[in-house]
């Protein structure tokens, strides 16, 4: 009784990427977007509002600080997003339709996780929205950077930005490594992340190899404690300087168990911020976890 | 109710004996058996030798404290709901259908959000006991005294749907925006990855509950003839009643705090038990303790087992056997009343 009372109160919103059709459909609604926008050279919005978290940072690095009228309430965070100071001052949103129509958007980003019906409700009214989706490579990464210039009229900015990715991951070049290390991601809750995620090139990238490819999990799936200690990995990769309020997700974290293992393999810890969405930052995840793959190869910690 | 099944009562003791040893079985089971194979001969030995092999660590930080904590819970689960029924006089009473539970995750909820429990490390047993208390109360004030099962039932509804909502409450103004998210696994209830130090914090609370609960054995027998009757015989309701609300809250309190809200062991294990001490309420007590033990370690074990991805929650395997059974109770007691 109080458990379906309590799941229709909290329905979650689960925050993780899922795999699959996202990015097809989000391609499809740039084109229609992109049609729209694109009458004979790209009219610079003015009153730019992002609803999404991962969007919020790709405009505040992108548009012009005028141009931009609202982000979300996550990004005014410093542990949760990387552009929190330029993001304060801003007008915050928590995402809501109404909110985002307050602010007369000329342009309304969204991302992979806006509620189909804030997206209906926008659409209906004629606000123009574009969705992108969970970028799933390198190479979606510097698409979807590409793409959000694009609509923002911004396109030599989303040149640059790419191009200032690429001179700095060039740099950390590990990913030649003839034999990665074993590698397995914890993230609060106790979830992992698997194979086909942009979390694996990161992982390849470094010079490590993911263990969650040899269990059966998809992209993103929880793993017991136990599965994960008997895997006897070289790197347990922790998520994080994470909030600092109190969070029954990191409870996992905190187990003695990953303490004991810490004796045993390098942990690193590498908060989310650094590699949810498309952005610079990624390069810092990459830079952190080459890192620590130099850390172990001289210290031979490595089994 | 008590004209459906009628068996010739076993022996007491040896009866709990034999229980108490299948308890002691399921929780060497729930040790042996988890997600993968483990070497157990090599991880005794390990812990033996004092060497932190992998196995030997799995088989301490996680295996223990799941198994240990699995028949401690199930242990508290069985004898509240045993205990509830008995002074309610009513077969119905669960702590997690009529709302205890549900209170004890309030509790729990309200303290962990706030921050209370990074405090000290008691906090949340302590928020889940107080949550449970304030259930209890709040039921025996609306259902104590004979009440029948109609308003017994409506008022669990209430306890819990109130209790709910606050939980919903705590969360909606919890800094972690991620907090609802979370929650809603954790009132699943589970035992999976728990820790030793969280065994170490529910025990003591535990323990004293199982003393209040155990004690008051003769206390119910003589409440089963009826209040009147049992005042007679020179039991004093006003604080038999105070002493099973205390036990059942820090029992049922300290084990909703580290595993969620699990729900209808405490209905499960009285009723295939009843016939078997000649519906006794006071015999009923311990046999239901290793009853819900038992039932707990084995549907512990069952969702490990089951190659469902992501794992079954405890608290979904234990409402998928309890709730048809629930519903059969009342159609039964619709039937003869």
Known sequence: MAKSLFGALVAPRIPFPRKGGRGVRACMHLLAAVALLASPAFAKPQRVVSINMCMDELVLRLADRDAI??????????????????????????????????????LVLAGPFTERSTIALLGQVGAPVVEFGVPET??????????????????????????DVDRRLARISVDANPSPLKAIILRPNGFTVGPGSLVDEILRRAGMTNLAARLDVGAYQQIPLER?????????????????APSLATEALSHPIVAALSRRMKVVALPSRLWTCAGPALVDAVRRLAEATADVEAGELRK | MSGAFRRAPVAYWPFVAALGGVALVATFASLAIGYVHLDLA?????????????????????RLPRAALGAVVGFSLGLAGAALQGLLRNPLADPGVIGVSGGAAFGAVAVFYSGLAGAFALAMPLGGVAGAVVAALLLYALAGRGAGTMTLILAGVTVNSFSGALTALALNLSPNPYAAYEIVFWLMGSLADRSLPQLWLALPLTLVGWALLLTSAPALDALSLGEDTAASLGFDLRRLRAQLVAGTALAVGAAVAV???????GLIAPHLLRPWVGHRPGRLLLVSGFGGAIILLLADLAVRLIPVHPELKLGVATALIGAPLLYGLIDRMRREA
């Open chain 1, 138 to 163: 390198f190479d979606d990464v510097r698409r979807q950077i590409r793409e959000v210039a694009a609509v923002l009229g911004e396109p030599e900015r989303g040149e640059a930005l790419v191009a």
């Open chain 1, 228 to 244: 994960l200690a008997l895997l006897d990995a070289d790197v347990l990769i922790v998520d994080s300087e994470g909030f600092e």
């Open chain 2, 42 to 62: 090599a991880a005794l030995s390990d812990i033996a030798h004092g060497r932190q092999s992998l196995p030997a660590l799995v088989l301490v930080e996680l």
């Open chain 2, 259 to 265: 595993t969620g809200a699990i729900g209808f062991v």
């Open chain 1, 69 to 106: 009228a609202s982000v979300t309430w996550l990004s005014q965070d410093p542990r949760n997003a990387n552009m929190a100071e330029a993001a304060k001052g801003l007008p915050a949103n928590n995402g809501l339709a109404e909110e985002a129509l307050s602010f007369h958007p000329d």
